[in-house]
């Protein structure tokens, strides 16, 4: 018995080392480019570290409001001791997310011990595949919340199975409290917490047959249900939903509000049968809903958003498809996995009711545990094969070392070259190190607003204090400034400039964005020199640093 505990801990620990290799090697690095999420959420800990407020003056916010999606603000307080150990850098922001990417197999084997209580190979087999999920692995290195999500709520489902067999209410406490942290960190486990408890219960009670009241269970579930209600309550939590969900959908609005029209006059019940709301939303909600299980979206690259994803890899290799497909086959045997498919199934829910972003890798990320779960038991099947076909064990097991080592080249070479730089804010430190050189060169630098806002990336990446900083662009009433820094509400700021003005711009510094060129009608008043290019990798040019100096006054301008 201590040979196989040894044997158990010492595989735990080697896993455990191979997630945080995989999620750590060179994270301040890959993937390339600081997104703003990302960057927003590393000045606005560091601001609350400082100040106690947010960026917009929010004391101590519950919620952060970017474009009236009002993000949960747990992963800003858990940046925040990072950020005191490592300072402002792109590591301290995403180490966080990368190390608890990794401990996120420990509640994995809990679940399935809990699932299946004599079978210690399937919790280490489902730890293996996810410490090399390439869903997991960009999700945990990207500064993705749902990460952290991911792991209470899986506590809280093993804190859940353990309040079936024991007694003791501590177990009631620990589930909801982790249930609930997983609830600052996501929209999306706010819907799915209680559908996951009720569906753990109705599952035992109905293909399980265990014919008892589960009491304590039920707690949870009820608790985790007003809680839920009580987040929705506020028009905060409800914001990014109504921006994203199904009701504004125009496929919807137009079958609901201009069909019934085109049925013509005298038709209004078949105007009703074929075209109202409930079944148009309900046909809208399954061709969302089964996107996220078709193969376009775990093998190919039709996930989103784009800054996620890996040139020619999808979320899934191939192996770890098949051994989904074999799971599947496994499973269909095992009464107690029926749990697993029920939450499987539900993951998505919560992301088939959005439109935004569709298929959207982030809101199905609860997926992730269940398919590894089920792919552990793909693997398990492997072994209980007839030792006439183990050759095909060594053979399987190098094909899916080669897939993963594919991903790792893609994810480490060609990610920076792809598309998904262009949409992870590539070149934004180049640029913010370039200004931060030249800074006391200029009068002004005026930065252009595209294809976002430059000052979180001004305000992290340079030697500011946020009491300062924060204060000059909340208090700004006309054009938001800091010093010399001015942040234009415009793509091109330098013909905004001289639009309103052809003098008064020598010695300015303006920051085009792509595709930026001087209008016709200001080509013979001044002289425009681009003084630097800021390039992504692939050699786009994100950035044009330009001045102006002036050929003809601006009385003679006609």
Known sequence: MRKIITKKY??????????????????????????????????????????????????????????????????????????MVFGKTIFAVRLPFALIGSLTMFPIVFVLKELNKKNIALGIMASIFLALNPWHIIASRSSSESVISIFFSLWG?????KSFRQKDYKNVVYSVVF?????????SIRILAPAFVLAIILTKRCCLREKVFYFQPMIIFLILLVTTL?????????GRMSQVSLKSDFKVLYEVTKMPVEEG???????????????????????????YF????????????????????????????????LGLFWVSKKKEMLIVLALLVLAPVPAAVTIEDTPNLQRAIYMIPFLMMIMAYGGYGLFKL???????????GLGYLFNFIYFWHMYFVHQKMGLASYYRNGGNVELVKRLDEVKNNYKEIVLTNSPDDLYPWIGFLGKYEPSGFNRSLISSEEERKFQNFVFSTNKCPLN?????????????????????????KFKSLVEVETIETIYRPDGSPPYYLRTIELLTKAGDQK
């Open 10 to 83: 010492f595989w735990y620990g080697a896993i455990f080392l191979l997630a945080l290799f995989v999620r750590l090697f060179r994270l301040d690095e890959i993937p390339y480019g600081f997104h703003i999420d990302e960057v927003k959420a590393g000045w606005n800990a560091y601001s609350i570290l400082k100040t106690g407020m947010d960026d917009k003056g929010n004391m101590f916010p519950l919620y952060y409001d970017s474009f009236g999606d009002f993000r949960p603000t747990g992963l800003l307080y858990l940046i925040i001791p990072f950020l």
């Open 157 to 161: 489902t093993y804190f859940l199975f």
């Open 179 to 187: 249930f609930v942290l997983s609830y600052f960190f996501y929209h």
């Open 230 to 238: 009580l987040f929705m309550s506020g028009k905060e939590a409800r």
């Open 265 to 291: 006059p005298g038709h209004v019940f078949r105007a009703r049968v074929f075209h109202n709301r409930v079944a148009s939303y309900m046909r809208r909600f399954m061709e969302e809903y089964k996107e």
């Open 294 to 325: 078709g193969t376009s979206f775990l093998l190919g690259e039709t996930a989103k958003p784009i800054r996620y994803t890996v040139p020619y890899v999808g979320l899934l290799t191939y192996f770890e498809f098949l051994l989904l497909f």
């Open 386 to 396: 007839p030792k006439r076909l183990r050759w095909f064990l060594p053979l399987f």
């Open 496 to 520: 905004s400039a001289l639009g309103k003005n052809i003098e008064g711009w020598e010695n300015v510094l303006f920051v085009d964005a792509e595709g930026c060129v001087v209008e016709e």
